[in-house]
């Protein structure tokens, strides 16, 4: 890089002399040399007098000021800087233009230089003071010289900003590239969680379907183990309450004897249709009659279920709880069973006798026990019982075993010692299914029955 004022040679070139060529003032000092323009006259440099200069080979910036030789200096390298702004913008466009493979889109000019680049390395070549005190400035610098400096010093400038670029672009590439397996892992880290909930689901089914797998197993052992008694329909009497089943021929009666005293304790006849049946039941003590009752139940749940087969009725009775001392009296008069209906329509207006009440009664099978269990509810009595069949494969319902416990709100249905809570048991033997069954039961804590039933 040279900077002169008057131009010192360019020595380098004196190597042509050593090898004979000869040579020319002009090409050592690079410019056409006009010696009046830096020459003073009387003591005046002209560039101070015409404050300009023009040259085919140099640029030139004149200053001057009346403050100071700096602000002179300034104002030279304000001057040259506005002489070489074309050349230098060309020059960085030229270069842009080299480079653009390399650069961004929208590079530009200023994004390259500026006007402090343009005076690196240009120094003050002259200065003169006039008489009157003013500074005056000037730099001189070879075009050709000059070029060469603004085209290395844009290309450095570039190949930083393409550098500069590059490490940007990198460091792009960079976060994109971490933000991907950023993504890639917790992408892997939901599809982990969602391929451990549909392991975790798909354990729970199999868990399922082995405990559905296991209650068919358990169904199936229990249904070919208790065959017998699932075949079993329950009877739809127990000892003195109905169960939710209904008989299975149109017309039944049934009649209870005591052999003790040879006196009839009850008579009951009913028919039934479907899945209702109706029925009336007179009740006597010492064959006098002293209770009446009408019931009407429908089967609102046939037996539902595989093994625990369940069943469920409600209804209404209606009942005279006990015949006045009057009556029972007027009935065991000689011919009294003759006027049975005056009494009972005497019963009916008392309103301590007479009274009606809806009632449920509900069954379900047992078979690993072979038990059918029962509960009868009522306004007059609260009863639980069960059935147990000893034979059921053999002999199916032929025999059976029933327990009865009651538990009895109304004094009127309490046996002679008042008891509220009673237990009863029979054993029922059928001897024709269907047509013909008896019973032997001790009932109310005090006696023992003889029960006949009949279908038909």
């Not at 792009?172 to 892992?185: F, G, V």
Request: cysteine-free; charged content about 25%; glycine content about 4%.
């Amino acid at each position: 890089m040279i900077a002169w004022g008057n131009p010192y040679p360019d020595t380098t070139k004196f190597d042509r002399s050593v090898h004979g060529r000869p040579f020319e003032l002009e090409e050592i000092i690079g410019t056409t040399v006009i010696d009046d323009i830096l020459t003073p006259q009387n003591g005046t440099p002209t560039w101070v007098t015409t404050g300009e200069l023009s040259s085919d080979t140099l640029y030139y910036g004149i200053g001057s000021s009346t403050e100071s030789q700096d602000a002179a200096d300034n104002n030279a390298r304000l001057s040259f800087a506005q002489h070489v702004e074309v050349s230098v913008q060309s020059i960085a466009t030229q270069q842009i233009e080299e480079n653009k493979d390399r650069l961004e889109e929208n590079y530009s000019y200023e994004s390259l230089v500026s006007t402090n680049m343009n005076l690196r390395s240009v120094k003050i070549t002259a200065r003169h003071i006039s008489p009157d005190s003013s500074y005056h400035s000037l730099i001189s610098y070879g075009k050709s010289t000059y070029h060469r400096l603004v085209t290395q010093e844009i290309q450095i400038s570039l190949e930083a900003n393409i550098r500069q670029q590059e490490l940007a672009h990198q460091a792009t590439e960079a976060l994109r590239a971490d933000s991907l397996r950023h993504k890639i892992t917790m992408d892997s880290l939901a599809l982990g969680r969602k391929q451990a909930v549909i392991d975790s689901l798909d354990h729970i089914l199999k868990m399922e379907e082995a405990r559905i797998r296991q209650e068919q197993d358990r169904v199936e052992l229990i249904k070919s183990q208790s065959a017998a008694f699932l075949r079993i329909k329950p009877r739809y009497e127990l000892i003195d309450v109905p169960t939710a089943s209904t008989p299975r021929t149109w017309i039944y009666a049934s009649g209870r004897w005591n052999p003790d005293t040879e006196d009839i304790r009850q008579i009951k006849a009913g028919i039934s249709m479907w899945l209702i049946s109706a029925e009336a039941n007179i009740w006597a003590t010492e064959s006098v009659i002293d209770q009446t009752d009408f019931l009407l139940k429908l089967q609102v749940l046939p037996e539902r279920g595989e093994i625990y087969k369940v069943s469920l009725a409600f209804g209404l009775v209606d009942y005279l709880s006990a015949f006045s001392i009057e009556n029972r009296t007027r009935l065991q008069e000689e011919g009294g069973y003759k006027k049975l209906i005056s009494i009972v329509e005497d019963e009916l207006k008392d309103p301590y006798a007479h009274n009606s009440s809806f009632f449920v009664t509900g069954t379900v099978g047992l078979p690993q026990m072979n038990n059918h269990l029962s509960m009868y509810i009522d306004k007059r009595k609260i009863s639980l019982a069960n059935i147990w069949y000893p034979f059921p494969r053999n002999m199916g319902d032929a025999i059976s075993i029933i327990s009865q416990l009651d538990y009895i709100s109304s004094e009127y249905y309490r046996n002679q010692f008042g008891d509220e809570i009673q237990w009863q048991f029979g054993i029922r033997l059928i001897a024709s299914p269907d047509r013909f069954a008896t019973m032997i039961s001790y009932e109310d804590h005090e006696v023992w029955m003889l029960n006949f039933e009949f279908q038909y």
